[in-house]
């Protein structure tokens, strides 16, 4: 009887050749259809356009033995039981971004390549990014140490190690695992019967951290992120284009979203409302408006509602999302305000150009994907997690007038010519009421000594 199957995916990302579909091909003991650049258009410009998939599986360690559920893949009793890696090798050439950002939504695990005698590149940089948005796990694997001239090899990879370590610093994988590895050695012409460098380290590592065919294995059941294959008969796979298997009733089509958003930390500028983004929810990316808004300032220290949209509460319009670089430094100097709180939680609403089928809860990537590749710059702007799709398509009627957000506006202006008599008329007023209660006059801010030594000036002048 089959011993019980653990599956984890992992993600191999990295920027453009940097070995990732060599390191894949290195690890794996199967490969799928859409493995390593099988495409004629991949095999024709060398290099990755879309996911390839493949596995390697290891003996499943005791602490996973016993798995819940009944049926012959759960229990200890079962047989030996596997662990198995399925490898997502994603593009890093920067225009396949939003096949990146598609593929790293259903990974439990991020390799993160680097080729140790560039370090860190534009779409490393961006891979980090992404990762700390979609998983929780990071391995970092120094690839093509065999370019690295023998007596110096050590020293350099010590040295990669360091920065490494700096940038992962002030993320949420500090102190994740850095793997030194030649996936191909000899670079790609190089023949098969070179042996992988670091390979058996590296799968030690990846071990400690987590009528259907998977794998050419029979399975009887499968969950998201599995890679199958499954027989359908009479069948033109031609007229198959990638889209989404689920139960019925698990996704819904939506026009617009509310969105519970954060800022990404490295990208310059403001995020304007009424700015327009490319917007990826799960393996789509549209363009779409959005619209940003807050609670009203005395609740900016409320408590995150990570799962729910309260539409019973009124919330402020902002003009852009709130942050600590909302304002230029020059702003802030000149400002003889105190220093601004920034609310907990902000929110957007995401009007999409066309339709997107999603489920409830899904992860949400804002980007401007427009900007140029070449530019040094992070291009991801924003992320967050949907907590309401608006299905009905005359949702701006039906749905909006549910959504109660207000904005702040005030007047200025001044006085050409006033009456003294009025005009101190309106002063005493004034003084009256910041004392002695409501007069149905406009309150304006100021210390009643302020206006008490204001309102005495004026009498000496006016000679009252």
Known sequence: MAGRRVNVNVGVLGHIDSGKTALARALSTTASTAAFDKQPQSRERGIT??????????????????????????GAGAGAGQLQFTLVDCP????????????????????LV????????????????IGQIACQKLIV????IDLLTEEKRQAAIDKMTKKMQKTLENTK?????????????????????????????????????KSMQMFHTPVTSAMQGDRLGICVTQFDPKLLERGLVCTPESLHTIHAAIVSVKKIPYFRGALQTKAKFHITVGHETVMGRVMFFSPAPDQFDCEPLEEAFDFGKEYLYQEQ????????????????QPVEKWPKQQWALLEFEKPVTCPKLCLVIGSKLDTDILANTCRLAFHGIMLQGLEDKNYTETFLPKLKVYKLKHKEGHVERVSSIIF?????????????????????PCKHSMMLSLFLSLFKIFNI
């Open 141 to 144: 694997v120094l690839n093509k």
């Open 424 to 444: 101190i008329s309106f002063l005493a007023a004034w003084f009256l009421e910041s004392f002695w209660g409501n007069m149905d006059l406009v309150k304006v």
């Open 321 to 336: 999302y709130l942050s600590k670089d909302s304002t230029t430094a020059e702003e802030d100097k000149k400002s003889d």
């Open 92 to 111: 890093g050439h920067a225009s396949l971004i939003r096949t990146i950002i598609g593929g790293a939504q259903i990974i439990d695990l991020m390799m």
């Open 173 to 209: 994988f500090r102190g994740s695992p850095i793997i030194p590895v030649a996936a191909k050695p000899g670079g790609p012409e190089a023949p098969e019967t070179e042996t992988p460098q670091g390979i058996s380290e590296l799968i030690e590592v990846v071990k400690k951290v």
């Open 114 to 129: 680097i080729d140790v005698t560039k370090g860190m590149q534009t779409q490393s940089a961006e891979c980090l990014v």
């Open 49 to 74: 356009l879309d996911l390839g998939f493949s596995c390697f599986a290891v003996p499943l360690p005791a602490r996973l033995q016993a798995g819940p559920g009944p049926g012959p893949e759960a």
